[in-house]
């Protein structure tokens, strides 16, 4: 249980991680990046356990991050998408992916690419101050 | 339990994901940023369970993130500091800070800042595709 002190500090990062602070969160929002949008898929891909799933999606979907899209009415049947704040996950997942590849020994992990235009992205990232214009020191 | 069929998508977020992919580690993170390196302080201010920020610290520890430093022997008594791979974990955070501020209701958050020689880090964040050089979308 929490230290009985315990006095968490007010912070933008905790009230974030508690919707996206759980793996099987950011990876169905990176599933979806991919353009699997149905349940079976999701939970396919992510390897995630499908109860886990079920409430994981109705969260994100309840934040604002995903919408939930019928596609068939017999039987019922919906498909997840990004909404725009889901898409702006984008940078959370590219500075992990861009950690993890620095930092992890793993010489067979997928790489993740989105579509931009007529072609892959192929992300990089900076960080600056904006005090004193100066980038920051990168991963 | 995970779908009969399911084939996780080899993935280098996934993998950083198994290790940070839970709240709480990535708070310890954002608690050494902070300056606050004893266990104590850790739980007092990320709120963490004491017996979940243990186990956090160790695997942490063992990955390389972290490392311990005693500050006592009498009793044994250690500090637990970022590695430069912990270090380079300051992307993930600021662009989760970033999702956050502007995505969720929060008006009362506080906002993580950074010493960057003599005032705080304003950190702005932009990604490019260097396939074709154009900034991506920003959150």
Request: aromatic content about 6%; hydrophobic content about 40%; proline content about 9%.
């Amino acid at each position: 249980m929490p230290a009985a002190d315990a006095t968490p500090r007010p912070c933008a990062i905790a009230d974030a991680l508690e919707l996206i602070g759980e793996r099987w969160s950011l990876l169905v929002v990176r599933e979806l990046f991919w353009g699997n949008h149905r349940f079976s898929e999701i939970a396919r891909r992510t390897g995630a356990p499908r109860d886990i799933l079920s409430t994981r999606l109705r969260r994100l979907v309840d934040a604002g991050v995903l919408e939930k899209r019928p596609y068939s009415n017999h039987p019922p049947r919906a498909e997840y998408h990004l909404t725009p704040a889901g898409r702006s996950l984008a940078p959370v997942l590219m500075s992990i992916q861009e950690w993890a590849l620095h930092h992890l020994e793993q010489p067979e992990a997928g790489v993740m690419r989105m579509a931009h235009g007529d072609h892959e992205i192929d992300p990089v990232s900076s960080f600056a101050c904006r005090t004193c214009g100066k980038a920051l020191p990168k991963a």
